[in-house]
Every structure is written in C-alpha cells, then in structure tokens.
C-alpha cells in the first residue's frame, strides 16, 4: 500500500491543528525542521511538534534537517515524534550511526535522508538498522520546487538493496510530488509518498490525498 505524508511546511502555521485535521485521510504528518544552517531556511522545533502531538493521534514523521542531529534526536522523540529522519551529510559516519542508535533506544523509528547530489551507495552502512530511507527528490530547504525525475534511478537503486537485505524498511521519496509524478514515484519502488504544495494547495485535500495514492 501507499502512503501519503503531507508535508505541514505547506500548512498554515498560525491554523496548525485545523490543518493537522485537514490531512486525517493521510498516513504519516510530515514535519520539516530547518535550522538555518544545513538548510538556508528555519521552520521549527521540538516544542512545535510536542503541541502537535497533543492534537493528533496520526504518526508524526519529523525530517530534521540540522548539522550535527545527534544533539537533538531524543529531543524530539520526548516531543512525540514516531519517526526521525536524519542526513547522511548531516555529520560524520559514527555520529549519524550514534543518532540512530538514540532514536531506537527511545523506542522510535528511525530513517536516514539522501540529497539530490548524494549516491545511492550513501545509503548502504545504514540501510540495515533503519525503519525508512528518504530520497530527496528536490534540493531541501523550500517547499513548491520542481520535481528531479532523475532521482528515479537512485530509488530504484535503493529499493533493490530494501527488498534484498532489509525487506521491512520503507522508502520514501520527498519534493515536489504532484498527481503528474507521483506514478514515477511508485514505479521505481518508493511507498511513502511526501507531498507539500500539492496536496495543501488543493482545492479537495482529501481527493488530493486519494489521487496521490497512484
Ligand atoms: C523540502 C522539504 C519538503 C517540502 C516538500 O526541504 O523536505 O518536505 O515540504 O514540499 P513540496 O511537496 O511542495 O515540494
Ligand atoms: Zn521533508
């Protein structure tokens, strides 16, 4: 089955809860953190996503993207995250191995985040230990870019590896997913759908939710 995981980046921050409800018929909340500096964007924290969990039952899937997310990872398992994604660029081997290992040991699931530029192969020291592995199918950073088709290849990649040696883990893909690709999406193997603009810009949301389904 797909998943939908609309990104509240694209929510009305100041209407976060009717926004949240919005979204009911998806399955993961997608919550972007931004600290300014692995990003050139801020959006926000772990206090954040601790409200929003006082109003959703919905699993909360929290992309951080920050330097060095070890500092922060058990922050935001207190805050009510059910999944925390973090970069492989983000720090060094052992620090983003250490990051996982914090999020497990706060019976959370954890991911790991690959950018445009970066192989498929990145994901291989990691892809054993997590529950989720993220393409990015945009530069991170902003919502409402363009969709890079040519991230398909390093899903495809990816999921091969997935169905080979971790046949639980999911795969999703992040950036400007619209009803134009998100077949694309589905057919190189992802199964956890982000999408931002496109599901927040609509004038159903729900149908919008359904249609990305594929
Ligand atoms: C980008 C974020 C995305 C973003 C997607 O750095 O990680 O989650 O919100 O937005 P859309 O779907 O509009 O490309
Ligand atoms: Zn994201």
């Given amino acids: 089955m797909i998943k939908i995981a609309p990104s509240i980046l694209s929510a009305d921050f100041a209407n976060l809860e009717r926004d949240i409800r919005r979204i009911s018929t998806a399955d993961y909340v997608h919550v972007d953190v931004m600290d300014g500096m692995f990003v050139p964007n801020i959006t926000i924290g772990a206090p954040v996503v601790q409200s929003i969990r006082k109003v959703t039952d919905m699993f909360l899937d929290v ?3 920050i330097v060095e997310p070890v500092r922060y990872v058990e ?7 059910d999944l925390v994604t973090v970069h492989v660029e983000s720090d060094s081997a052992e620090n983003i191995h250490a990051a996982i290992d914090k999020i497990h040991a706060k019976g959370k699931k954890a991911g790991i985040v690959l950018k445009p ?5 990145a994901a291989l020291p990691f892809l054993e230990k997590v529950e989720l592995i993220l393409v990015m199918t945009v530069e991170p950073g902003f919502g409402g870019q363009k969709f890079m088709a040519d991230m398909m290849p390093k899903v495809a990649a990816i999921r091969k590896w ?3 040696k ?5 795969l999703e893909v992040d950036g400007g997913v619209a009803p134009d690709t998100c ?3 589905i057919e190189a ?3 956890v759908l982000v999408a931002g603009s496109s599901v927040y810009k609509a004038p159903d949301i729900t149908a919008r939710i359904a249609e990305l389904r594929g």
């Fill in 63 to 65: 992309h951080l993207m």
């Fill in 75 to 81: 922050q935001f398992c207190d805050a009510g995250a």
């Fill in 117 to 121: 530029k970066t192989p498929a192969e």
């Fill in 162 to 164: 997935i169905d080979e």
């Fill in 166 to 170: 971790n046949p639980a883990c999911e």
């Fill in 183 to 185: 077949r694309t999406c």
């Fill in 189 to 191: 193997g992802a199964n």
